[in-house]
């Protein structure tokens, strides 16, 4: 088993290696001189003298290799670089900004873990029934509504006409519920089909069969003997559909106007601030690593034949 973990981790960190490369290749492969965009910030009539001395500041006359290496140097001690719009460090805007983040993407996640389980074992366990019609409509509803779609209707009924909830800012959980529900509902309607699908099969399998031949309830099976056998599936499922929550907090970030890293990253490709694109990208990328890793260390934990495979 620390065999196993430990070849995922020295993985993952290959994996970042590489997608750090990828990150700073893009950036600086983006159509444009940014020394051009600096000066005519700083002065509207820049001259040719101007540029090249932002040039020598930003170390733009460098090879790629040696700006790469400085620029990768000074994120792994936390140096992010200076915002080419503001002039300020990235790194304490991010540390601001991260738990934002993080709270918008937990909360989510929460609320897709706890409404799938409720959709899917609702439907597997009245299969046929009113109860799995009704789960598997909501289920379709929720996974064909983009989020701003849903962020918007939510605002309109719960905030605009019944004022019920806050439609911005993080003060308080009551300003969390509608970016959470908006964020995680395609996530749960998503994951409710691979609940009722999982149970559903489960079910036919012979261990499940023996199970009502000894008389037990179908929800004593579901629940011991059932649920157990799609926690790998599950898993994995919600490892895929959480990194999808933060690319959809590049939407419901600025809908709720929460000041997050999805936020500051959409405003420094507004005005091509390209040290804040490259340190939200590596937030993102750092994310998406370290998501996958511990998807893989649960799917071991949950599934035997993962674990004998390592062995």
Excluded at 131 to 143: P, Y
Excluded at 185 to 206: D, K, Y
Aim: contains cysteine.
């Amino acid at each position: 088993m620390l065999t196993l973990v430990s070849r995922r981790l020295r993985n993952s960190l290959v994996l970042l290696m590489l997608a750090t490369l990828l990150c700073f290749t893009l950036v600086v492969s983006a159509p444009g001189n940014i020394a051009v965009l600096i000066a005519e910030l700083r002065t509207p009539k820049a001259t040719f003298a101007d540029i090249h001395k932002i040039e020598l500041e930003l170390g733009l006359d460098q090879p790629i290799v040696t700006r790469y290496s400085h620029w990768l140097t000074g994120a792994l001690q936390g140096n992010l670089g200076i915002s080419y719009k503001t002039g300020e460090d990235i790194g304490p805007a991010l540390s601001s900004r991260l738990p934002i983040t993080a709270t918008l993407v937990a909360g989510g996640a929460t609320f897709a873990m706890l409404f799938s389980f409720v959709l899917g074992f609702a439907g597997a366990l009245w299969p046929g029934r009113f109860a799995d019609v009704a789960t598997r409509t909501i289920a379709l509803l929720g996974a064909s509504m983009p989020s701003f779609f849903v962020g918007a209707l939510l605002i309109y009924g719960l905030a605009v006409q019944l004022r019920l909830l806050p439609t911005f800012g993080s003060e308080g959980l009551s300003s969390w519920i509608l970016p959470w529900i908006t964020i995680g509902l395609l996530p749960a309607a998503v994951l409710s089909r691979v609940v009722r699908v999982g149970l559903e099969e489960a079910m036919s399998r012979p261990f499940a069969l023996t199970a009502v031949a000894k008389g037990l309830t179908r929800r004593t099976i579901l629940v011991r003997h059932a649920l157990p056998n799609i926690a790998p599936t599950y898993i994995n499922a919600l490892g895929a559909q959480t990194g999808a929550m933060v690319v959809g907090a590049v939407v419901v970030e600025p809908l709720f106007a929460l000041k997050g890293v999805a936020d500051l990253f959409l405003s420094g490709v507004l005005f091509r601030d390209f040290m804040v694109v490259q340190a939200c990208l590596l937030v993102f990328i750092s994310f998406f690593v370290v998501l996958n890793l511990l998807v893989d260390i649960g799917m071991m934990f949950t599934d035997p034949k993962l674990r004998r495979q390592g062995s």
